[in-house]
């Protein structure tokens, strides 16, 4: 913890949600990360006591019979108040015993269990039990119990014995029946169980308080506690299923293969990725792929659940010849002649590229280097933008996105710390936070190389080596994680000058546990007779891990030792796990760790003219490393991966095939489709499938290999985050328009944004009309010198910001050309083909050559544009008209005698909108003209009555039938049809449906069938069974919005009365009247009124004689009054205004539902006299 102003004795705990059952939300303590409490000063045999609310996902953590309740936490003692590092805590410094102790509870608010800690003379001792009558923490104690874990074997910082040390821990309770508890509390490397059986009155079926009791207090003493966030997701079952006594059945597996996208590269083969880099990773449903396309240019690809969505070069910069550094090196032959891109270096498999994604989203990549962007040679290719800088390496403006990238190699802590870098590769620990592990150089002075591990820290976005210089005393020394002492040396034994090459790698377990390997050259004079000078090649593996995230490092049993480390030293020396004198290695390491969280790793001893490839696979077992032996002898690199499970993976480079094992004395070879050459680990570690890249029909390829049939895994997924602040959304990127600068974005949580535009590239400086308001998302710009330009725009809503970027090759304007200030805009610029647009622009325009002039043109579009004025000093606004549909850019030229200035504007040109539809037609069923629409007349539309009722306008159907009626109507996808409907007898489906042809076959096709009622239950494209209660019921349905084929002609109605319930003579019966098919919009009779409007009011739609109005008027002279009567209809709502002159109107009556359809009537006062009326409807 960071120092405290004031001293006091603090217990820390920090606790995380344990690795086989993963919580379903975020353990939170009183709702939020951290509680603390203290008592200082004048306390004799006082007790400190503190309780908190322990929810998981906001609520208890449920502990129901067979459920379990697992917790990882860590106690840190730490010096405040009157206590300093080093003193011994306890009791008056004596230590603790039964009555004077620590003691933790998680409970119900009933009762509790317990863990009790004795530091007794410092031999600490821990106690497993409970409380069965503990309400809150002023009463919690600990009743009963037993177990106990002594101080034996425990590393000195996990004794707690001292302020400042930390002691780790592992609490699991299995409620294996009623008030029965099966607790394990693991302390650093021991473990105790007791099975606790409660007094209770009731059983304890959920976690909802945890308590912290701390007995006779007779010194200053605290505790801070802080919940560590939910882990990344793994299977939350794997510890259970695979435990020591239970087996991993590989034979159970299926797989399935697939191919999900492919893009052309660069054909030379060292420009498809390198097995030991990483340049695939993904996180949640978004995966990027990092690869050379075909003219050696990088690019990134981004795919959504597999499926391609974009693809964007890293760097876009069209750099001048100058601008290279062959046009620099004083070597004519290799100089730059023409504008062009960054191209990668095609010389050796050392420019090979990795990307990574740290826990915020963003995307870092790294390539194009042999050794680093100083090495001569290596830089001829490079803009001079990269020259001696540390490292070529890029990383994203936004999270999750491709649009925009900034050049991160030469700023000091953004970029990994070291020089000389080759064979990068990125890897995650288990809450996302990013990790790259590389060969380097161990001094400045370009001297022997070493292995780095550096980390991310994603909120101050800066690297920090893993270790320190392995020469302190030397300023040239470089940071790294292990080292070796020399340089190959050659046949004949003479100091080739190679550096030893070396592939560190590194990997997280299920306890985010760090794990480093690295393989190391210890004696550089070998070199086995025949293999050539230059043959590289290491002869050991040494490994580290580390429980702390870094801070420490032991050996995978335990022994301590500094870094960095080698293999022939004392107090750094790494740990060796595999080196057998005279055995030549490949310089690859690779690493994995099984379901235990022990590691694994592989190693290639090199074919010899003497013995033959073989390659190895080791595993620490729990005491030694195991030599498991040869799993073959296949040549090529090769891949040693794990899935969340502990199932592990040595894929080879160069075979279709690899090798899958839980227990390394079982392996399975699975044949594939293709050699898989790198591994998504992101996509793996959230999965459990494989997915990585292949070369397919000589394209790189994304291949799947999903693996099926694994018993009992459930992946969990950490609770999604809570959203304060929706970030900016970018919806246009930057460019750059003649002079004006702009670029496009939203807010969803509208809050204002502004826009701030840099340099980040360039020779220059940038002159803006206006910058850092909401106002610059357009603004106008010049630069002070010319050459190429790479801006960004920060949009910010004052939270969050996203970025865009634009390149361009820039001059300085000339002091009197016209400059635009405002950009070409149209108003409006979306407009059918008979209207015009209005084009403004502006510019400044008294310059020394005289007033500019505006000449419009039109850049794009499909028909000729006019301009009402043009080429003059005042065509600044003009109209436009087009002849053609269809879309325009238009672009204005603002000129002088000193020089030009442009923008350019966007119009769209649309049809008119059609005339809408008039259809109308009601249903006359007096033709009887009735036929079946069913193939299948043995069991559908077998028997029944078809009548035709109410002069025409309906039918009755009783018994089984299936019925089409003929009609004509071309559908839009506005019609609607009206229908009353009437059910006294229910049978299995009663159904109405338009069709252009009566068949059905009964194969499964919901048949367009709107269901009204009925028992039956099945495919159809609107169910309103529910809505039917009895009687006759009134149906308005927007058809043409629920068929496919809603704009084709409809031959028939069809009506469902299906009875097929076993009875001897079906009886269902249904009615359908008065059905309407129309168009809302239309107008049949042409009167000037909608057809929607006359149905509501009543009026006839197909008479143009029949329209709302007012019946008349009359006048009653006994009582004073005006009477105005109108047609009315139920449910409709009037409003009635009067007037004097038809020009002020005022209300007389609001809006009132129809009081006595079908006439209504309302009476006005003779005085004031008002000689007009009207009557308004609302139509719905």
Request: charge should be negative; include cysteine.
């Amino acid at each position: 913890m960071k120092k405290q102003k004031y001293k006091t004795a603090f217990l820390v705990l920090a606790i995380c949600g344990a690795t086989s059952i993963l919580a379903h939300g975020e353990i939170l303590l009183d709702g939020g990360s951290s509680v603390s409490g203290s008592l200082i000063g004048g306390h004799p045999t006082a007790d400190l006591r503190g309780g908190y609310a322990l929810t998981d996902g906001g609520s208890a953590v449920s502990l129901g019979i067979g459920e379990t309740f697992n917790m990882a936490f860590t106690f840190q003692a730490v010096a405040v108040g009157a206590t300093s590092v080093g003193d011994k805590i306890g009791y008056g410094g004596t230590g603790w015993d039964a009555t004077k102790s620590l003691k933790l509870g998680f409970g119900d608010g009933v009762q509790a269990l317990a863990l009790q800690f004795d530091l007794l003379d410092f031999n600490p001792k821990l106690y497993l039990g409970g409380d069965s009558a503990a309400s809150d923490e002023t009463n919690f104690k600990y009743e009963s119990g037993s177990g106990s874990i002594t101080s034996a074997g425990l590393l000195n910082a996990d004794k707690l014995k001292f302020a400042g040390d930390t002691a780790t821990f592992n609490l699991s309770v299995d409620h294996t029946a009623a008030q029965t508890f099966d607790m394990t509390l693991t302390w650093g490397a021991f473990t105790t169980n007791f099975v606790y059986t409660s007094l209770a009155a009731n059983d304890m079926l959920s976690v909802s308080e945890f308590y912290v009791v701390m007995n006779n207090l007779d010194a200053d003493l605290g505790y801070e506690v802080t919940v560590i966030p939910t882990l990344y997701p793994l299977y939350a079952d794997a510890d259970q299923l695979y435990s020591n006594t239970n087996t991993y059945d590989l034979t159970q597996e299926t797989y399935t293969f697939s191919e999900l996208w492919s893009t052309p590269v660069q054909t030379d083969i060292t420009f498809l990725p390198e097995f030991y880099n990483s340049p695939i990773a993904t996180r949640g449903d978004d995966t990027f792929v990092l690869f050379v396309d075909p003219d050696h240019r990088m690019k990134i690809a981004h795919l959504t659940n597999g499926v391609f969505k974009g693809e964007t070069f890293i760097d876009n910069t069209l750099y001048q010849p100058d601008e290279f550094y062959a046009n620099h090196d004083a070597d004519p032959s290799n100089d730059v002649s023409a504008p062009d891109y960054h191209r990668f270096k095609f010389e050796d498999s050392h420019h090979s590229i990795a990307l990574g994604i740290d826990e915020d989203g963003y995307l870092h990549m790294v390539g194009d280097m042999h050794n680093y962007p100083r090495y001569e040679g290596s830089m001829d290719h490079l803009p001079l933008r990269y020259f001696d800088k540390n490292i070529m390496y890029w990383r994203s403006d936004n999270p999750l996105d491709i649009s925009s990238f900034s050049f991160k190699g030469d700023q000091a802590g953004e970029c990994p710390t070291g020089s000389g870098f080759t064979y990068l590769f990125f890897f995650n620990d288990l809450y996302g936070k990013l990790h790259i592990t590389s060969r380097a150089m161990q001094t400045l002075n370009n001297g022997t190389r070493c292995a780095t591990y550096s980390s991310y820290n994603a909120d101050a976005g800066l690297w920090s080596t893993i270790g320190g210089a392995p020469d302190p005393s030397d300023p040239a020394s470089i940071p790294c994680t292990f080292y070796d002492d020399g340089y190959e040396h050659n046949e004949d034994g003479s100091s080739a000058g190679k550096y030893s090459k070396l592939r560190p790698h590194g990997v997280f377990d299920r306890q985010n546990n760090m794990h480093l390997l690295t393989p190391l050259l210890r004696d550089p004079t070998l070199n086995p007779l025949g293999l050539g000078n230059g043959f590289h090649f290491t002869d050991c593996l040494v490994y580290a891990q580390s429980k702390d995230a870094g801070a420490t490092f032991t050996s995978v049993g335990g022994r301590e030792f500094t870094l960095p480390a080698t293999v022939n030293l004392t107090d750094n020396r790494a740990e060796l796990v595999y080196g057998a004198v005279g055995d030549y290695l490949s310089p690859n390491g690779q690493l994995a760790v099984d379901y235990m969280n022990r590691p694994y790793t592989s190693t290639q001893r090199k074919e010899t003219p003497t013995t033959p490839s073989e390659n190895v696979l080791l595993g620490w077992d729990g005491s030694s490393w195991v030599n498991y032996g040869n799993i073959t002898t296949e040549g090529g690199d090769f891949r040693l991966v794990n899935d969340p499970a502990g199932v592990m993976s040595y894929i080879s480079d160069g075979a279709n095939v690899l090798y899958r094992f839980w227990n390394p004395t079982n392996i399975r070879e699975v044949t594939t489709p293709w050699a898989i050459r790198v591994i998504d680990y992101e996509y793996q570690k959230k999965t459990g499938h494989i997915m990585g890249l292949a070369k397919v029909d000589g394209e790189l390829t994304v291949v799947k290999m999903e693996i099926n049939n694994r018993p009992g895994m459930v992946l969990i997924d950490p609770p999604a985050a809570t959203i304060t602040n929706h970030p900016p959304e970018i919806t246009a990127q930057a460019t750059l328009n003649g002079q004006i600068l702009s670029v496009s974005a939203t807010d969803a949580d509208s809050d204002p944004l502004t826009f701030t535009w840099s340099t980040f590239y360039g020779p220059g400086d940038i002159i803006l009309s206006q910058n850092g308001t909401t106002a610059s998302s357009n603004t106008t710009l010049s630069v002070s010198e010319e050459g190429t330009y790479e801006i960004k725009v920060a949009v910010s809503d004052g939270i969050s910001t996203r970025f865009s970027t634009f390149t361009a090759y820039l001059t300085p304007a000339a002091t009197d050309a016209p400059q635009i200030v405002t950009p070409a805009v149209a108003s409006p610029d979306t407009l059918t083909l008979v209207e015009t647009t209005t084009l403004t622009v502006s510019a400044t325009n008294a310059a020394a050559g005289g007033n500019a002039t505006y000449t419009w043109l039109k850049s794009s579009g499909p028909g000729s544009v006019s301009f009402s004025i043009n080429g003059t000093t005042a065509s600044s606004t003009t109209v436009a008209s087009f002849d053609a549909t269809g879309s325009y850019e238009l672009q204005v030229i603002v000129s002088n005698s000193a020089g030009t200035a442009s923008s350019s504007c966007t119009v769209d040109v649309n049809d008119l909108p059609p005339v809408p539809a008039n259809g109308y037609l009601a249903i006359d069923f007096s033709s009887q003209a009735f036929e079946t629409f069913v193939n299948d007349n043995e069991f559908f539309d077998r028997t029944g009555t078809v009548e035709v009722v109410e002069s025409g306008a309906g039918v009755r159907f009783i018994g089984d039938l299936w019925k089409a009626f003929p009609i004509d109507y071309q559908m839009t996808s506005n019609t609607v049809i009206e229908f009353d409907f009437s059910c006294p007898n229910e049978g299995e489906l009663h159904a109405i449906a338009m069709t252009d042809t009566p068949s059905w076959d009964f194969t499964g096709s919901s048949y367009d069938l709107i269901k009204l009622h009925g028992t039956d239950s099945g495919l159809y494209i609107m169910d309103r069974d529910g809505e039917y209660t009895g009687g006759t019921n009134r149906y308005s349905i927007a058809i043409g919005q629920l068929l496919a084929l809603n704009t084709e002609q409809k031959n028939y109605l069809d009506f469902v009365n299906a009875d097929n319930s076993g009875e001897i003579t079906p009886d269902a019966q249904s009615t359908f009247a008065n059905v309407i098919i129309y168009e809302p919009n239309g107008d049949k009779d042409g009167d000037g009124q909608s057809n929607l409007a006359e149905i509501r009011l009543g009026t006839d739609p197909e008479d143009p004689a029949s329209m709302f109005g007012i019946n008349g008027g009359t006048v009653l002279p006994d009582l004073e009054k005006i009477r105005i009567s109108w047609p009315s209809q139920a449910g409709v709502r009037y409003r009635i205004q009067q007037s004097p002159d038809l020009v002020a109107w005022s209300l007389a009556r609001d809006w009132t539902v129809a009081q006595t359809p079908p006439d209504d009537q309302f009476e006005f006062d003779l005085t004031p006299s008002n000689a007009f009326f009207k009557v308004e409807a609302e139509i719905q």
